[in-house]
């Protein structure tokens, strides 16, 4: 199990097993399907920062945001939180850095929900 110093592990998969009732079949589909998503979204986030589209921003935001709630609330999750709020009030100025910030971020994510599936 992967460990963030500061806040534990990155992911407590008996947690999440047990938001899903124990169904790892239901489960493994879940991180296969967030595998997927996740790598669209944030160049889909730079892309609607460099067309100044604030809605688009929000919406791949809480995707994200909503796609990584099932696994964690950690740094990833709060950092899309804070570009969905960046989009919804069009502060698209601040958005690079926060995704930025969010490509670090998600990476141990990533990198745990990649080690679940080759278990």
Same mark, same amino acid.
């Given at each position: *199990?992967?460990?963030?110093? &500061?806040?534990? !592990? ?10 899903? /009732?124990?169904? %790892?079949?239901?489960? +493994?589909?879940?991180?296969?399907? #967030?595998? =997927?998503?996740? !790598? &669209?979204?944030? !160049? ?7 067309? %100044?589209? @604030? *809605? #688009?921003? +929000?919406?791949?935001?809480? &995707? ?7 696994? &964690? /609330?950690?740094? #990833?999750? %709060?950092?899309?939180? =804070?570009?969905?709020?960046?989009? %919804?009030?069009? +502060? ?5 850095? @926060?995704? @930025? ?6 990476? !141990?994510?990533? /990198?745990? *929900?990649?080690?679940?599936?080759? @278990?």
């Amino acid at each position: *199990m992967q460990i963030n110093e &500061t806040e534990g !592990p990155i992911i407590d998969w008996a947690d999440v097993l047990e938001s899903v /009732q124990g169904d %790892q079949k239901l489960l +493994r589909m879940m991180v296969e399907a #967030a595998l =997927e998503e996740i !790598p &669209t979204l944030i !160049p889909a986030m730079h892309d609607a920062t460099a067309r %100044q589209d @604030a *809605m #688009a921003l +929000r919406l791949n935001a809480h &995707t994200l945001k909503s796609s990584l709630s099932y696994f &964690t /609330q950690g740094a #990833a999750y %709060q950092k899309a939180f =804070e570009l969905e709020m960046l989009g %919804q009030e069009k +502060r698209l100025a601040d958005a690079e850095g @926060a995704l @930025a910030i969010l490509e670090g971020d998600i990476c !141990p994510v990533v /990198q745990a *929900m990649q080690s679940y599936l080759e @278990a």
